[in-house]
């Protein structure tokens, strides 16, 4: 190169994705170093091949480089090897803590322009491509991309040089194998033939239609009318970047250029000739380069062709690119903006899956895997297309929050699907399910196997007399009537409803109503439930805050008696009540009332795992001694189905495989085959609980209760 020429360094960012020019990108900086070597003039290009970087992150990674740069002791070549790690070290510091998908890897290249010289250093799976005005190309990749080698994988990275000298014509291209893809060594040397930087850049990005291709294309030229040995500013005051170089022992520059004449000592007018020359070949090869870019290549028929209909062309062109455009762009703004939003929930979910992952705690384990289940939902909300994503990770939270919860899953056997879907009770019997639809006042009654593993025959439907159609009396709930331990005095189902009770015999196969004996002190408010003890009907008044007993007395109900002496409060917020001796009532917020003889029982729930009750609808008992067996609590919000002893002590919860209990409308049990019966509302199930262990008992009340 000679030193008495004045030559301009060009430079232009490539940006295209799939045939979308993107504009400059944040991966190409030019820093000047003039006060860290031996001319101002001199320059630093560098290009982070880190697509995903941002710009500010870019900014960062290219600001420690060259602070560096400036500050390293020794040579140019040992300043950027240190510059290099710096940065490399810096990216390392970002990638702490980040997912996997969003860490920064790639390589680095920078081209150090001087007076004599160019040199690139290249770290990382880096790519440069060089191409001399005489057409030789030359593709300069020091390694595959192996992980060691890869940029922001490794601690420490091996930098590589190459020096070239420069000639006006040479252009070079500096990229990655993180932001090049797709692109062929093949179209990246035609593109480089078709003038200077800028020409080059130009013709990337308008023939690059499928795959992606970033970086920083350099040239060199003769600056027309001057002779000195430093190089002149950019032509272009953006942030393209610019450099042109030559391998000092490639054969790229030509034999006959005017350089080699004036280095062979020709006179100084023959080197000016040669000098001018050159710059017109290069005006002129920039000329014909724009009018490529802007008429490209054709074949002459298809020349000819488009001559005779340039008129319609250019007047629809003017018309629908504006249409066109609007459209792209609306269309590119709604998928990546919403593509980045599913992003950025996706890896807001896994880091708060791997944070859970990493607790130890119960208590702090539990909030956090309830959190992510929550994060789950709403990110498969929003993305039904991607639900199998956090699949391990669901099954891992529930096996966890299990085990803290001390849930025993089980596989409920499906009875029956019911018809439509209805607020349900239900009543178990010996041999089969009473179920209450509540929204069309109907019941039915499903008989099961001796298995207890489905019905057998068909269901029957309760019929009920007169007294029904007469009153409109809406039932609200329903128990299983036998004459086992005293218990009623027929077998079949005694029915409640707000004015009325009806008694269905099985024998009869009818439903009729049960005389009541008029009191005015009984008058029913608010039926809520009702159970059958020792003959006696016992009705739950969440109207009047009050439990009403019936004694059956021959053929019709005596007169209403008060549990209480007066109405009582908590009663009002309360949904169902079970008997064994003493009375036991569930309340809305999952407290639980024991009475015996009208007077309060010790009852404390100890030992639950999870304090806070979701929504609970119904309780159930095993046995008939209030310090024996067990009490069962239906929480359909979880879809837990709760043991207690009948002291409030946890044993242990149990809940679906598929969690089938959630939304739950009542249950019953079978005590003589521990068998548990859940409805929904439009499904049926059964299992099997475990038989509760002796307790020791607190007292042995046998009187009504």
């Known amino acids: 190169m000679r030193a008495d020429l004045m030559y301009d360094i060009s430079f232009s960012s490539i940006n295209v994705i799939n045939g979308e020019e993107l504009g400059d990108t944040p991966q190409v900086s030019l820093h000047v170093v003039g006060k860290r070597t031996a001319s101002e003039s001199e320059k630093l290009v560098v290009f982070l091949d880190l697509p995903t970087a941002s710009p500010s992150t870019c900014a960062d990674i290219a600001r420690v480089l060259h602070d560096a740069f400036m500050r390293a002791p020794g040579g140019v070549t040992s300043a950027l090897r240190l510059a290099i790690q710096l940065a490399n070290d810096r990216i390392l510091q970002l ?4 997912p996997p998908s969003r860490r920064l890897e790639g390589s680095i ?6 007076e004599n010289g160019l040199i690139i250093a290249q770290a990382g799976p880096a790519i440069a491509y060089a191409r001399s005005d005489a057409g030789a ?19 420490s990275v091996d930098v590589q040089f190459n020096n070239f000298a420069v000639q006006p014509g040479d252009v070079f291209v500096l990229t990655g194998s993180r932001s090049t893809l797709g692109v062929s060594d093949e179209l990246i040397r035609v593109c480089m033939g078709k003038g200077d930087a800028r020409m080059v850049a130009g013709y990337l990005n308008a023939n690059v239609k499928r795959g992606r291709m970033i970086g920083v294309a350099l040239s060199v030229d003769v600056a027309s009318g001057a ?55 290069s005006v002129q090869r920039s000329l014909v380069a724009l009018g490529a870019r802007l008429l490209p290549q054709e074949m002459p028929a298809e020349v000819e062709q488009r001559a005779r209909a340039a008129t319609f062309l250019l007047a629809a062109i003017a018309v629908l690119i504006p249409i066109v455009v609007a459209v792209i762009v609306a269309v590119l703004y709604l998928q990546f903006s919403g593509e980045a ?84 009770r239900i009543a178990a019997s010996a041999l089969g399910v009473y179920v209450l639809n509540r929204d069309t006042n109907s019941a039915d009654y499903y008989v ?40 009623w005095r027929t077998e079949g189902a005694v029915l409640f409803a707000d004015g009325q009770i009806f008694e269905y015999s099985s024998a009869t196969g009818r439903a009729s109503p049960i005389p009541i004996s008029a009191d005015a002190d009984a008058t029913l408010v608010r039926v809520q439930a009702g159970e059958l003890y020792n003959n006696t009907v016992y009705l739950l008044d969440t109207g009047v805050g009050q439990i009403w007993r019936y004694r059956l007395a021959g053929d019709k109900l005596g007169s209403g008696d008060a549990y209480f002496r007066s109405p009582y409060n908590p009663l009002k917020e309360s949904l169902d009540l079970a008997i064994d001796g003493a009375i036991y009532v569930l309340q809305r917020n999952g407290a639980i009332l024991k009475y015996f003889s009208r007077q309060p029982m010790q009852f404390n729930m100890t030992g639950l795992p999870d304090q806070q009750w979701s929504r609970v609808v119904a309780i159930a008992l095993s046995g008939d001694d209030p310090n024996r067996g067990s009490l069962f609590v239906l929480d359909a919000g979880s879809g837990s189905i709760v043991e207690l002893t009948k002291s409030g002590r946890f044993v242990r ?52 209760p």
């Open 95 to 98: 990638n702490k803590g980040a």
């Open 109 to 114: 290249s920078c081209a150090l322009v001087m």
């Open 137 to 155: 190309f030359e593709v300069v990749a020091p390694y595959a991309a192996t992980p060691a080698q890869v940029v922001g994988i490794s601690p």
């Open 227 to 281: 002779t000195r040995s430093a190089f002149a500013q950019p032509a272009r005051s953006s942030a393209e970047t610019g450099a042109a170089t030559r391998r000092a022992e490639s054969p790229f520059a030509p034999a006959g250029s005017a350089q080699a004449a004036a280095s062979a000592g020709l006179p100084v007018a023959a080197t000016v000739a040669a000098t001018v020359n050159q710059a017109a070949r």
């Open 341 to 424: 939003e599913r992003i950025r929930l996706r890896n807001d979910v896994q880091a708060q899956v791997e944070a859970a992952r990493a607790v130890t705690d119960p208590a702090q384990a539990k909030a956090d895997w309830t959190r992510a289940l929550e994060m789950i939902s709403e990110y498969e909300a929003k993305n039904p297309q991607d639900r199998a994503a956090f699949d391990e990770a669901k099954t891992q939270a529930r096996a966890r929050l299990d085990e803290i919860n001390q849930v025993t899953r089980v596989q409920p056997i499906l009875l029956a699907v019911l018809e439509g879907s209805a607020a349900r």
């Open 448 to 487: 099961l196997n001796a298995e207890r593993t489905g019905t057998t025959g068909k269901k029957v439907s309760i019929a009920f007399g007169e007294g029904l159609t007469t009153t409109n009396a809406a039932l609200v709930d329903l128990a299983w009537a036998t004459t086992t331990d005293n218990r």
């Open 653 to 704: 919860q149990y809940r679906g495989i598929q969690d089938e209990f959630v939304g739950a409308q009542d249950m019953s049990l079978d005590a003589t085959s521990n068998t548990l019966y859940v409805a929904t509302r439009e499904r049926l199930y059964s299992i099997t609980v475990r038989p509760a262990a002796p307790q020791q008992p607190e007292a042995a009340p046998n009187a009504q």
